[in-house]
């Protein structure tokens, strides 16, 4: 079988369609971060574990997972509450377990990206792989930009099957009060990584290696918002989204103008 790890933060609203879709897992944790609404009451009703730790960042919470929760299972499926498991990947991460192959330490899963109920494959990038599935003892994250990554010494495969993101589920205005939040963390990866580093991953065959260059790139761009929706919307397709891409696109487009905000004010700070 296969642990999961969900982490929380005034979850009420998004963790009970978490849980409900993970009814075939006898091992669920709720890693919370200190939760004031009925986060804990939800998830201890569910029987699902529940373990507090203040938050820092995401690569030291789903760290502080691994390194002090005592799972069931030696493969841990990490999941946000607003993230929806569904069969197919159940069934393969079940299959991943059984095989249990001591040559790999995680394994990429791609996302299907919801807003506004639907599916919004072109303008998310999608398959867009995060490492999820991770063994217990050997995973190890690290921090980047507002989120997290496999260490680089980590052994990964991919998945075929995908679990669910809701981008919507809050709110436009939720959307955009975090992702203001997370724009400083970006700037400051901005600042620390402005060289392009290999020219050659740009055009590499590995769909993720590709993105991550194109990341990079994008860091050295003049009028990085305006780029970012004409990347999103017009060479990745966005318009092929109907209105719900149109719509997100544009809330993309305002997070990279809270980036370029975040990064004139760090720029202004250290002079």
Same mark, same amino acid.
């Given at each position: 079988?296969?642990?999961?790890?969900?982490?929380?933060?005034?979850?009420?609203? &998004?963790?009970?369609?978490?849980?409900?879709?993970?009814?075939?897992?006898?091992?669920?944790?709720?890693?919370?971060?200190?939760?004031?609404?009925?986060?804990?009451?939800?998830?201890?009703?569910?029987?699902? !574990?529940?373990?507090?730790?203040?938050?820092?960042?995401?690569? &030291?919470?789903?760290?502080?997972?691994? +390194? +002090?929760?005592?799972?069931?299972?030696?493969?841990?499926?990490?999941?946000?509450?607003?993230?929806?498991?569904?069969?197919?990947? %159940?069934?393969?991460?079940?299959?991943?377990?059984?095989?249990?192959?001591?040559? @790999?330490?995680?394994? %990429?899963?791609?996302? $299907?990206?919801?807003?506004?109920?639907?599916?919004?494959?072109?303008?998310?990038?999608?398959?867009? /792989?995060?490492?999820?599935?991770?063994?217990?003892?050997?995973?190890?994250?690290?921090? @980047?930009?507002?989120? +997290?990554?496999?260490?680089?010494?980590?052994?990964? !495969?991919?998945?075929?099957?995908? #679990?669910?993101?809701?981008?919507?589920?809050?709110?436009?205005? &939720?959307? *955009?009060?975090?992702?203001? !939040? #997370?724009?400083?963390?970006?700037?400051?990866?901005?600042?620390?990584?402005?060289?392009?580093?290999?020219?050659?991953?740009?055009?590499?065959?590995?769909? *993720?290696?590709?993105?991550?260059?194109?990341?990079?790139?994008?860091?050295?761009?003049?009028? !990085?918002?305006?780029?970012?929706?004409? #990347? +999103? /919307?017009?060479?990745?397709?966005?318009?092929?989204?109907?209105?719900?891409?149109?719509? #997100?696109?544009?809330?993309?487009?305002? /997070?990279?103008?809270?980036?370029?905000?975040?990064?004139?004010? *760090? $720029? $202004?700070?250290?002079?």
């Amino acid at each position: 079988m296969v642990s999961v790890v969900i982490l929380t933060l005034n979850e009420e609203r &998004d963790l009970p369609l978490c849980l409900a879709s993970l009814h075939r897992c006898d091992d669920i944790v709720v890693l919370d971060s200190g939760s004031t609404d009925r986060t804990v009451e939800i998830a201890t009703r569910a029987h699902a !574990r529940v373990v507090t730790n203040p938050f820092k960042n995401f690569a &030291d919470q789903r760290n502080f997972a691994h +390194q +002090q929760i005592s799972f069931q299972h030696q493969w841990v499926l990490h999941l946000d509450a607003d993230e929806i498991m569904t069969e197919e990947l %159940w069934n393969e991460c079940i299959a991943v377990a059984q095989r249990n192959d001591g040559s @790999v330490d995680g394994y %990429w899963i791609a996302p $299907k990206m919801m807003f506004q109920g639907r599916w919004i494959p072109h303008c998310t990038d999608f398959p867009a /792989y995060q490492a999820r599935l991770c063994h217990a003892q050997r995973f190890r994250f690290i921090e @980047v930009g507002h989120g +997290q990554r496999e260490a680089p010494d980590m052994r990964m !495969r991919h998945l075929n099957a995908n #679990y669910l993101h809701d981008l919507s589920s809050d709110g436009e205005d &939720d959307w *955009l009060s975090k992702h203001r !939040r #997370y724009a400083k963390a970006e700037a400051r990866e901005q600042l620390q990584h402005l060289a392009v580093g290999n020219w050659r991953e740009l055009f590499s065959r590995d769909a *993720l290696r590709r993105r991550r260059a194109l990341k990079r790139l994008s860091f050295k761009l003049p009028c !990085r918002p305006w780029f970012r929706f004409i #990347y +999103q /919307y017009g060479l990745r397709g966005g318009f092929l989204d109907g209105a719900a891409g149109w719509r #997100y696109c544009n809330l993309l487009m305002r /997070y990279e103008r809270f980036i370029d905000e975040a990064v004139r004010e *760090l $720029k $202004k700070s250290s002079r």
